[in-house]
């Protein structure tokens, strides 16, 4: 299954060719946030030095949400246009848990945190169980304490890693009551190969949709808007 | 002798509040032309202020393609370009259409054009008056913009006036507001004057000192406040039709006395209007009827082409790409974009 | 706080001037008040202060504004478009209120959880009784 894959959610800009076990190319560049010039000429290089012929991708995928609102419509939108003009399906993964498999392997807490800025992370908290990511809380926007109070009951190791770290690192070392570590250069980013081996995942489920179907999870910052929404549809 | 072929354009705007596409042909001949909003269950009059969230344009964007390819018969490797607005406008809304056409035109090998979006409202006129050609002047309003233009040359254009406070488009809006005649203002003040008296209240026409083209309605809105509030406090009522038709006499005079002006003073033979509130029916036929006087042609076009839309966008790209412009992979959303840059 | 009475456009033109001389890097002012009120006009003389030499146009249709001809680059926000703080997402508003210009946000009510601490509050107030051109501005620094 050969998937092109993009993500622009956080201050990284990524996109990956992955073609069944194989990580054909990929290109991540987390500087400064000029996704918007930058991305579709990354894109435009690796399909060139990967002489890819589109007709044969499978799908094309896109970490969907949470994460910068503006980020991540320029990765959809530029995803909805490649499919398009392709005539190819569309997975939207989730951010998080892409995030999540830059620790592959690792059978303590992953719990990768974005800053959602307002005191609060896009986060979540995951394990690797038999070589597969299991998630053992659902990615979510919370303030730090909220995701601390869940890691200190489950009571294991955490590793923290993503754009939140630096934001949030103090905090941390103030509430954690479990050992916990912060992944190193090189594992806290978003990278769009992760999105494309999630999303083989999605395909085989039957996930993908066509281009016009595609839908963002943008995560609501707290219940109260949740509500206050809700409230207003009614 | 080789045939010419038909140079076909995928236009696309999403710059603020609407998502449209359309294909035109040789920068004149309307193929298809797809709006998002009119396709709406809530439709334009339904008194619902429409959002401006571009939630709605990722949600909507390949649809709005999709529809314009397949109602003007085209197929996008069929295409000579794709246009596309990148400004001016909300950043969040023209990084939707930018990235999207961008990608496109990667994946299909289609040309990309960027297009500013005043000068797809000025192209709008190529449209509709198919002999139309620079030189002539342009007088654009909306709800975000009041510009007195001199368009030299395609993409060649010099701003004689601008609005120092409120643009036309708004000062309806909110008058209409205040007069409780609701949401969309300038088409229900258009209504509602029909019946009114015109010269039943004089609001101010104001002029700007430094430049005799500059534009200020903040002053006109405020003194329809104020007899508001008179009135109110006085505890008269006052009559709806007679205070739209006031407003909008005061504003169409104004927009009518500087367009003549620049008229005169440019010696231009034609004279162009464009915006959303070119649809003014007052404003229209004020304009149309001073012209005729100075023996000047007169053009405005249709309704629908004057708000925003694709069509008007891949008319200006046509003319963009024949002056040999192309935009590349790197082309951004630039929501300050003056009129004239690239 | 501080409250100021002005008798005329030029009065509240000449205070928000003074407000935009002295604005620092990072500035987030919310200015509100009804339709009518003047809020243009204290933009148009806050702009004045920090140095903007282009018009100052109302940035309600257009929702946000840029100005870089100032002292400091100016971010001039209209929400009386925006239905919900979410759309706000937008306009780009965060690289604006945390960035090192200076944010001015009319209607900014419309938005009252999205604005950061520190935030100077700014409202404008008629009082028919003084006269049609009397206006009570009260400026109110939320800072920590």
């Not at chain 1, 994460?67 to 951010?95: N, Q």
């Not at chain 1, 999870?217 to 929404?229: F, K, N």
Request: aromatic share 8%; net charge negative; hydrophobic share 40%.
């Amino acid at each position: 299954m050969k998937i092109l894959a993009v993500d622009s959610s956080g201050l990284t800009a990524s996109a990956a060719i992955v073609d069944d076990g194989v990580l054909v190319a990929e290109y991540t560049v987390s500087h400064k946030k000029t996704h918007s010039q930058t991305l579709m000429p990354m894109i435009a290089e690796i399909c060139r030095m990967a002489e890819l012929d589109p007709g044969s991708l499978d799908a094309l995928a896109v970490a969907g949400g949470p994460g910068s609102f503006t980020g991540l419509r320029i990765g959809a939108a530029t995803v909805k246009g490649l499919a398009e003009a392709w005539g190819k399906p569309v997975v939207s993964v989730p951010t998080v848990d892409a995030l999540a498999m830059n620790l592959y392997g690792c059978t303590d807490l992953v719990v990768p945190l974005m800053d959602a800025r307002r005191n609060e992370a896009y986060t979540g908290i995951y394990t690797f169980e038999e070589g597969e990511l299991k998630v053992i809380e659902e990615q979510c926007a919370l303030p730090l304490p909220s995701i601390l109070e869940k890691i200190n009951r489950i009571g294991r190791t955490a590793y923290f890693l993503g754009d939140g770290v630096p934001v949030f690192r103090e905090q941390i070392g103030q509430l954690a009551k479990v050992p916990f570590y912060f992944a190193p250069a090189g594992s806290g980013r978003q990278r769009a190969s992760w999105v494309g081996v999630l999303a083989m995942k999605f395909i085989q489920n039957g996930k993908a949709v066509d281009a016009a179907e595609l839908g963002l999870q943008y995560l609501r910052m707290s219940q109260a808007e949740r509500e206050r929404t809700e409230g207003k549809k009614k | 002798m080789e045939e010419r072929k038909d140079t076909l354009i995928l236009g696309i705007e999403t710059s603020c509040d609407e998502t449209a596409a359309a294909v035109v042909k040789n920068g004149r001949e309307i193929l298809s032309n797809v709006i998002s909003s009119q396709i709406d269950t809530h439709t334009l009059y339904g008194g619902v202020v429409p959002e401006i969230a571009s939630r709605k344009h990722i949600e909507r964007i390949n649809q709005v393609v999709r529809e314009a390819l397949a109602q003007s018969g085209t197929e996008l490797c069929g295409l000579s370009a794709i246009g596309v607005t990148y400004g001016p406008g909300l950043v969040g809304p023209l990084l939707v259409g930018v990235s999207f056409a961008k990608a496109l035109s990667f994946a299909s090998g289609v040309k990309l054009v960027g297009v500013h979006h005043i000068e797809g409202h000025i192209a709008a006129n190529y449209i509709e008056d198919p002999n139309l050609e620079p030189p002539f002047l342009c007088l654009v309003v909306s709800g975000g913009h009041t510009h007195l233009v001199n368009v030299r040359d395609y993409g060649e254009y010099e701003i004689l006036g601008r609005t120092m406070d409120d643009a036309a488009g708004e000062a309806f809006d909110k008058v209409a507001r205040a007069i409780g005649l609701g949401y969309p203002g300038g088409p229900k003040i258009d209504v509602a004057a029909k019946a009114g008296n015109p010269e039943a209240v004089h609001f101010p026409r104001a002029k700007v000192a430094e430049n005799a083209y500059d534009f200020s309605f903040s002053g006109l809105k405020s003194a329809v406040l104020n007899y508001l509030n008179s009135c109110q406090m006085k505890g008269e009522e006052y009559n709806q039709a007679d205070v739209a038709a006031s407003f909008q006499a005061a504003v169409v005079d104004v927009l009518t006395e500087h367009s003549i002006r620049a008229v005169r003073e440019t010696g231009a033979k034609t004279f162009a209007l464009a915006g959303g509130v070119a649809s003014n029916s007052a404003l229209r036929e004020s304009l149309e009827k001073a012209c005729a006087g100075l023996g000047v042609r007169f053009c405005v076009p249709q309704p629908v082409l004057c708000t925003d839309n694709g069509a008007m966008i891949a008319a200006a790209a046509y003319f963009e790409l024949q002056k040999g412009a192309e935009s590349g992979l790197d082309l951004n959303a630039i929501p300050n974009l003056k009129l004239g840059e690239r | 706080m501080i409250v100021f009475e002005s008798h005329s456009d030029e009065d509240t033109f000449r205070f928000a001037s003074k407000m935009g001389r002295e604005a620092v890097p990072g500035t987030v002012i919310s200015l509100t008040g009804d339709l009518g009120c003047g809020k243009t006009v204290f933009s148009k003389g806050f702009a004045s202060g920090l140095g903007v030499t282009e018009p100052v146009s109302s940035p309600t249709f257009t929702i946000l504004q840029q100005y870089e001809s100032g002292r400091l680059v100016l971010y001039h926000f209209d929400v009386y478009r925006i239905g919900d703080p979410e759309e706000m997402e937008e306009t780009g508003y965060e690289d604006c209120f945390y960035g090192n210009g200076v944010t001015l946000v009319e209607w900014a009510e419309r938005i009252r959880e999205l604005l950061p601490e520190g935030t100077i509050l700014v409202r404008i107030e008629k009082d028919l009784e003084k006269g049609m051109d009397y206006r009570r501005i009260t400026v109110e620094n939320t800072g920590g």
